[in-house]
């Protein structure tokens, strides 16, 4: 009997040698259209024969496959991308002809891509770095990439040194190692002989290079922009990105079980919220200033490892980024979308920022090593929504097919009833006039201060948040086997902070060297909130993820009343028992879990519950560790009475943190956006 067009049932059959074969569905072709009968079986000379040189879908699939990889990029090798769209909220034509900004309601399809900064593309999410956040608009004027991080000021203030502190924090050239880590002789070498990368280096050993999710992090566009209105006048701006569930990290020891329990945390974390709607959204803020408060600045705007603090600038919010869909293929789009500071559009120009303008090159440069092609654009991640028309052809990889023989101009061939192609337009980008000086290898002495920032970002920070810093350093020094590269790193943190300094030097063990002398004297600037995590917290459990631990014989009202208070916040629930089977509630309902405890441990989740029977847990090495984390890593814990020997057993200690669970379920969930700080100074 014939089969329907679009019958898609698929039939399974043993082979001879007992291979699966199946029939069905859409025919299996080549990459040319022939359809393949066989799909487990090279064509051979007899059954035992040798396998022979005409089979041509053989040679196609390994062909192909041999072929499949790509070079990975150099740096934000690691990273996850979704779809979503930007929408203003407050159009700003008077500062900018930026298609994005006219119209209040306005929206901008957009690819984002995440990124970890040191790590190869297969290392784990969650390593202490720096993470990229790359906008691609998808404008009616054309794309316009906005290539930032969620750190707003960057190790360097010029292009020319980019390349050394890249090969600096990567492996070791002689060994290797380590991976994804900047904790290594040859990366605090170079940073401890450039006092610029000093502002950078406290964000980086800050909790903001250990975010608890992608969705939980801001992001910026580090160098100073222009905008120009459609009269040509001109402002300068800075780009934020500003998470809706406000910046929360983990703790270093979590970030490190993280790795192991789950490598690809932040991907997965990021592919759940989308996939169950509950949509990542950031707002965009701008702060826009003119040349009269850039020259009135005791710092030069256009140095790339500076801030304007908020307090002098407040972020005028005019629209936000919702990203609303998961890709439909990981390699042909988060792999292949290629980001460029130099896409811009009518209405975004560049500062002289020298970082920034070194960007402009190397970024579209590296496109050709990695996807193969000057091509690249045509691929669909890359394309531009709007009409695109050039008289470039030709090249690798050319998909599309022009007409006509109009390949330059000027030309006269309108004359002659031909297509003449197209001509530059009125509506187009411009760049803003500014003043040059002659050419010269220099830098301009508005960029000799190197500590005042640096010492602004750490006394800005609540005092958790500095023995935070503390301690990363401590860490990253004690990696580091070069006894003169751990004096200098420390004598150069001398001019950030003294007791900062004393505290590193003590932990590493050694004593506090000579303060190297600065190129310019640092000054104390006034402290900002905006630049504390701590300060600027949510207030609600929204987002978060809350892991309970059931046994046989769970009391399913209080896992009831639990879910109930989830569902109301936003919080996601996932149940952990010690076996994947499922749990026997004492109401005799069996219920499916989501893992096993071996598998899902508590540094997976923000807050946790132990809704447990059985008594003997305490026993259970995995439960220990459940609960022993938890406490450590300063959650939220609510426990059963029959749980009690368990929290015993753990070291836990009842503090305010530490919930009953048959009068307060739902305290897991409620705090399960906080940490109880004080746990810390025990």
């Given at each position: 009997m014939?089969?329907?067009?679009?019958?898609?049932?698929?039939?399974?059959?043993?082979?001879?040698?007992?291979?699966?074969?199946q029939?069905?569905?859409?025919?299996?072709?080549?990459?040319?259209?022939?359809?393949?009968?066989?799909?487990?079986?090279?064509?051979?000379?007899?059954?035992?024969?040798?396998?022979?040189?005409?089979?041509?879908?053989?040679?196609?699939?390994?062909?192909?496959?041999?072929?499949?990889?790509?070079?990975?990029?150099?740096?934000?090798?690691?990273?996850?991308?979704?779809?979503?769209?930007?929408e203003?909220?407050d159009?700003?034509?008077?500062?900018?002809?930026?298609?994005?900004?006219?119209?209040?309601?306005g929206k901008?399809?957009?690819?984002v891509?995440?990124?970890?900064?040191?790590?190869?593309?297969?290392?784990?999410?969650?390593?202490?770095?720096?993470?990229?956040?790359?906008?691609k608009?998808?404008?009616?004027?054309g794309?316009?990439d906005?290539?930032?991080?969620?750190?707003?000021?960057f190790f360097?203030?010029?292009?020319?040194?980019?390349?050394?502190?890249?090969?600096s924090?990567?492996p070791?050239?002689?060994?290797g190692?380590?991976?994804?880590?900047?904790?290594?002789?040859?990366?605090?070498d170079?940073v401890?002989l450039m006092?610029?990368?000093?502002h950078?280096?406290?964000w980086a050993?800050?909790?903001?290079?250990?975010?608890?999710?992608?969705?939980?992090?801001?992001?910026f566009g580090?160098?100073?922009?222009?905008?120009?209105n459609?009269?040509?006048?001109?402002?300068?701006?800075?780009?934020?990105w500003?998470?809706?569930?406000?910046c929360?990290?983990?703790?270093?020891d979590?970030?490190?079980?993280?790795?192991?329990?789950?490598?690809d945390?932040?991907r997965?974390?990021?592919?759940e919220?989308?996939?169950?709607?509950?949509?990542?959204?950031?707002?965009?803020?701008?702060?826009?200033?003119?040349?009269d408060?850039?020259?009135?600045?005791?710092?030069?705007?256009?140095?790339?490892?500076?801030?304007?603090?908020?307090?002098?600038v407040?972020?005028?919010?005019?629209?936000?980024l919702?990203?609303?869909?998961w890709?439909d293929?990981?390699?042909?789009?988060?792999?292949q979308?290629?980001?460029?500071?130099?896409?811009?559009?009518?209405?975004?120009?560049?500062?002289?920022?020298?970082?920034l303008?070194?960007?402009?090159f190397?970024?579209?440069?590296?496109?050709?090593s990695?996807?193969?092609t000057?091509?690249?654009?045509?691929?669909?991640v890359?394309?531009?929504?709007?009409?695109?028309?050039?008289f470039?052809?030709?090249?690798?990889?050319?998909?599309?097919?022009?007409?006509?023989?109009?390949?330059?101009?000027?030309?006269?061939?309108?004359?002659?009833?031909?297509?003449p192609?197209?001509?530059?337009a009125?509506?187009?980008?411009?760049?803003?006039?500014?003043?040059?000086?002659?050419?010269?290898?220099?830098?301009?002495?508005?960029?000799?201060?190197?500590?005042?920032?640096a010492?602004?970002?750490?006394?800005?920070?609540?005092?958790?948040?500095?023995?935070?810093?503390?301690?990363?350093?401590?860490?990253?020094l004690?990696?580091?086997?070069?006894?003169?590269?751990?004096?200098?790193?420390?004598?150069?943190?001398?001019?950030?902070?003294e007791d900062?300094?004393?505290a590193?030097?003590?932990?590493?063990?050694?004593?506090?060297?000579?303060?190297?002398?600065?190129?310019?004297?640092?000054?104390?600037?006034?402290?900002?909130?905006?630049?504390s995590?701590?300060?600027?917290?949510?207030?609600?459990?929204?987002?978060?993820?809350?892991?309970?631990?059931?046994?046989?014989g769970?009391?399913?009202?209080?896992?009831?009343?639990?879910?109930?208070?989830?569902?109301?916040?936003?919080?996601?629930?996932?149940l952990?028992?010690?076996?994947?089977?499922?749990?026997?509630?004492?109401?005799?309902e069996?219920?499916?879990?989501?893992?096993?405890?071996?598998?899902?441990?508590?540094?997976?989740?923000?807050?946790?519950?132990?809704?447990?029977?059985?008594?003997?847990l305490?026993?259970?090495?995995?439960?220990?560790?459940?609960v022993a984390?938890?406490?450590?890593?300063?959650?939220?814990?609510?426990?059963?009475?029959?749980?009690?020997?368990?929290?015993?057993?753990?070291?836990?200690?009842?503090d305010?943190?530490?919930?009953?669970a048959?009068?307060e379920?739902?305290?897991?969930?409620?705090?399960?956006?906080?940490?109880?700080?004080?746990?810390?100074?025990?």
């Amino acid at each position: 009997m014939p089969r329907a067009e679009n019958d898609q049932t698929i039939i399974t059959e043993r082979g001879e040698g007992g291979e699966t074969q199946q029939r069905g569905g859409a025919p299996l072709t080549t990459n040319h259209g022939v359809p393949i009968s066989d799909n487990q079986n090279s064509l051979k000379a007899g059954a035992r024969g040798p396998t022979l040189l005409e089979d041509f879908v053989l040679r196609e699939k390994i062909f192909h496959f041999d072929h499949e990889r790509i070079p990975e990029r150099i740096v934000h090798a690691r990273g996850t991308g979704a779809h979503g769209y930007f929408e203003c909220t407050d159009p700003i034509p008077d500062l900018t002809m930026a298609q994005p900004f006219q119209k209040k309601g306005g929206k901008v399809p957009v690819f984002v891509r995440f990124s970890t900064v040191a790590g190869s593309k297969g290392s784990k999410d969650t390593p202490r770095d720096v993470r990229g956040f790359a906008v691609k608009f998808y404008t009616e004027d054309g794309n316009w990439d906005l290539v930032g991080n969620n750190i707003p000021v960057f190790f360097i203030q010029d292009a020319m040194k980019f390349p050394d502190l890249v090969h600096s924090v990567k492996p070791e050239a002689d060994r290797g190692f380590p991976q994804a880590a900047s904790a290594h002789d040859t990366f605090w070498d170079f940073v401890s002989l450039m006092p610029e990368s000093t502002h950078m280096i406290l964000w980086a050993m800050s909790d903001r290079a250990i975010p608890r999710s992608l969705r939980m992090m801001d992001g910026f566009g580090v160098h100073t922009f222009r905008l120009v209105n459609a009269k040509g006048k001109a402002v300068f701006v800075k780009f934020h990105w500003r998470a809706k569930l406000r910046c929360q990290s983990t703790t270093w020891d979590e970030a490190v079980k993280i790795s192991g329990a789950d490598p690809d945390y932040h991907r997965r974390d990021l592919w759940e919220a989308i996939t169950a709607g509950d949509f990542p959204e950031w707002e965009l803020g701008l702060q826009v200033f003119d040349e009269d408060f850039a020259a009135s600045q005791p710092y030069d705007v256009l140095d790339a490892t500076k801030i304007i603090p908020e307090e002098d600038v407040p972020l005028r919010v005019v629209g936000r980024l919702v990203l609303d869909r998961w890709v439909d293929n990981f390699f042909a789009e988060t792999e292949q979308v290629a980001f460029l500071p130099s896409n811009v559009i009518p209405g975004i120009d560049f500062s002289e920022d020298p970082l920034l303008q070194g960007r402009l090159f190397s970024y579209l440069d590296t496109q050709k090593s990695r996807l193969g092609t000057t091509n690249f654009h045509q691929i669909p991640v890359n394309a531009p929504k709007c009409p695109m028309q050039n008289f470039q052809r030709d090249g690798l990889m050319q998909t599309h097919v022009p007409t006509g023989r109009a390949n330059y101009e000027p030309n006269s061939l309108a004359e002659a009833g031909e297509d003449p192609g197209p001509r530059p337009a009125e509506h187009a980008f411009r760049t803003h006039p500014v003043p040059t000086e002659g050419k010269l290898r220099a830098r301009s002495e508005t960029f000799a201060d190197h500590y005042s920032q640096a010492r602004l970002f750490y006394r800005s920070q609540t005092a958790p948040e500095q023995a935070h810093i503390v301690k990363a350093i401590t860490f990253e020094l004690s990696k580091v086997d070069l006894p003169h590269v751990r004096l200098r790193a420390l004598a150069s943190l001398r001019n950030v902070d003294e007791d900062m300094a004393k505290a590193i030097a003590d932990g590493v063990g050694v004593d506090l060297p000579e303060a190297l002398e600065p190129a310019k004297a640092p000054i104390d600037m006034p402290a900002s909130d905006a630049l504390s995590m701590h300060l600027t917290a949510t207030q609600e459990p929204k987002g978060r993820t809350v892991g309970v631990l059931l046994t046989d014989g769970a009391d399913g009202e209080a896992l009831k009343k639990l879910r109930a208070a989830a569902k109301k916040a936003g919080v996601t629930v996932k149940l952990v028992a010690p076996r994947r089977g499922g749990v026997l509630l004492a109401s005799g309902e069996r219920i499916e879990v989501d893992g096993q405890l071996e598998g899902m441990p508590s540094v997976l989740f923000d807050a946790v519950a132990i809704l447990a029977a059985d008594a003997s847990l305490d026993r259970v090495p995995a439960a220990r560790d459940f609960v022993a984390d938890a406490f450590a890593h300063l959650k939220a814990i609510v426990a059963t009475k029959e749980a009690g020997g368990l929290l015993d057993a753990a070291g836990v200690e009842k503090d305010a943190f530490v919930f009953e669970a048959a009068k307060e379920p739902e305290a897991a969930v409620l705090r399960a956006h906080e940490r109880v700080w004080d746990r810390e100074q025990a």
